[in-house]
């Protein structure tokens, strides 16, 4: 569970936080570049998952989803990086990006995505789910929890070290995409599906594909339903801004990417150490609660992104730690606030799945947690960047756009807004545990 999980976390990052660089850096600095490329990719994955995840559960079997799956997501990361060469004789030269470059590079992180759902959303998540009792639960969800936080601080660490001043991107793609084909391949002698997983079919594969779009399916659950919705509202705040944080760094903040890497990865690294006490709290049935206080935890993050930092000079940059001390605080509380939500609301959606279709419910799952925050959310962010103060037009009278403090005022006023189908997906939850204590 922990070396497939913090594989596929790895590469998510990648395709998270330096895919949206490597666009910037190889292709163009245009923000619709990054908002199309997330959005198609959150498509892809979000039909990848339903498929994938109808067929596991109609075969009774994971474990080979899994194990192609990462074979083949490896290499198409390392696809994904070729397309730099698409994008030379742009960048830097004052030429406008090519239509065909930018298509190339969506497409690329398109064909990498719908098989990191097939490997990791289908596959894996359903697989750790159908391994996780009333008894494990909290464990379960703190290591699904600290793993993106794990793979946000490697990537971005690692990531800004293989990249480098020369941004040499080339070394990253090809390092990740070597590791996790290593891994895929581990997994096809060593990894086991659960002995009570089972083949479970309704009628033909189509009939049992729109099964779960019907209203005494997925819809007919209400607690499930409104837990979904907050984590879509939540994940909707956070893709305004993270979409755009790994570029406001570098081209706002003046960061190259090894800086970067160190302050979003000793932040986190200090955040993720608080799932260890959230474990205590999921298993005494009090999830609301810690996603209530997470909730607020990231906005005052935010907040503080939003009004209390600004660009540092280069000269001042020599006590590094203490004029970025504001900086790192503040990255801690946001990320620690969504470490928790991930946490919290992961094991509770987990928690509610029919046992026969939790490959099924994984892709409704992802409808909440990816494809809706990503469409909505990217979109958000991109007007916002567009029409910040940070558009600026280069000596080549090209407009670029790079992100803005703003951004995260934004995304806090969004993720409180969760609170509010937060208060009656408690209601039902808090209902649901009494009657079972009784």
């Not at 819809?219 to 837990?227: D, P, R, T, V």
Request: aromatic content about 12%; glycine content about 10%.
């Amino acid at each position: 569970m922990w070396t497939l999980g913090l594989a596929g976390q790895l590469c998510w990052n990648i395709e998270n936080q330096w895919f949206n660089t490597f666009v910037y850096a190889k292709i163009a600095k245009d923000s619709s570049i990054v908002t199309l490329m997330v959005i198609t990719s959150a498509l892809v994955t979000t039909f990848s998952t339903f498929i994938f995840g109808t067929v596991s559960d109609r075969i009774g079997k994971r474990r080979r989803f899994v194990s192609i799956g990462y074979i083949i997501w490896g290499f198409t990361t390392i696809l994904f990086g070729l397309t730099e060469f698409a994008g030379r004789g742009h960048v830097g030269t004052g030429a406008k990006v090519s239509v065909w470059a930018a298509v190339l590079v969506i497409l690329a992180d398109d064909f990498m995505s719908f098989f990191g759902s097939m490997a990791n959303d289908s596959g894996y998540n359903a697989w750790s789910n159908d391994m996780t009792t009333d008894k494990n639960r909290g464990q379960v969800g703190a290591v699904l929890a600290i793993q993106p936080v794990i793979g946000t601080i490697v990537g971005t660490v690692l990531g800004g070290l293989l990249i480098g001043a020369e941004n040499n991107y080339q070394r990253l793609f090809w390092a990740m995409g070597l590791f996790v084909i290593g891994t895929g391949v581990l997994s096809l002698f060593l990894l086991k599906d659960s002995p009570d997983l089972k083949p479970h079919k309704e009628g033909s594969f189509i009939q049992q594909f729109a099964s779960v779009f019907k209203a005494e399916g997925f819809f007919s659950h209400k607690e499930l339903m409104l837990a979904c919705i907050t984590s879509a509202v939540f994940f909707i705040s956070f893709n305004v801004y993270f979409v755009h944080m790994g570029n406001w760094m570098i081209y706002r903040m003046g960061f190259d990417a090894s800086r970067m890497g160190i302050i979003q990865g000793v932040s986190l690294l200090a955040a993720s150490l608080l799932v260890i006490p959230a474990i205590g709290i999921i298993n005494k049935s009090r999830t609301p609660r810690l996603a209530a206080c997470a909730i607020i935890l990231n906005s005052i993050g935010l907040c503080i992104l939003s009004f209390f930092i600004s660009p540092v000079s280069v000269d001042t940059r020599t006590v590094f730690a203490v004029q970025n001390s504001p900086l790192f605080l503040s990255v801690f509380l946001a990320g620690a606030g969504q470490i928790l939500v991930t946490q919290s609301m992961t094991m509770w959606v987990k928690e509610l799945y029919p046992e026969t279709s939790r490959g099924q419910f994984e892709g409704m799952r992802i409808l909440f947690f990816v494809l809706t925050p990503m469409i909505v959310g990217t979109i958000i962010g991109n007007i916002i960047v567009k029409k910040g103060a940070g558009s600026v037009v280069n000596e080549f009278g090209i407009t670029e756009n790079i992100p803005v403090e703003s951004i995260y005022m934004w995304g806090a006023v969004l993720a409180l807004s969760a609170l509010i189908p937060l208060y009656f997906a408690a209601k039902l939850y808090n209902k649901r545990k009494n009657r079972s204590r009784s």
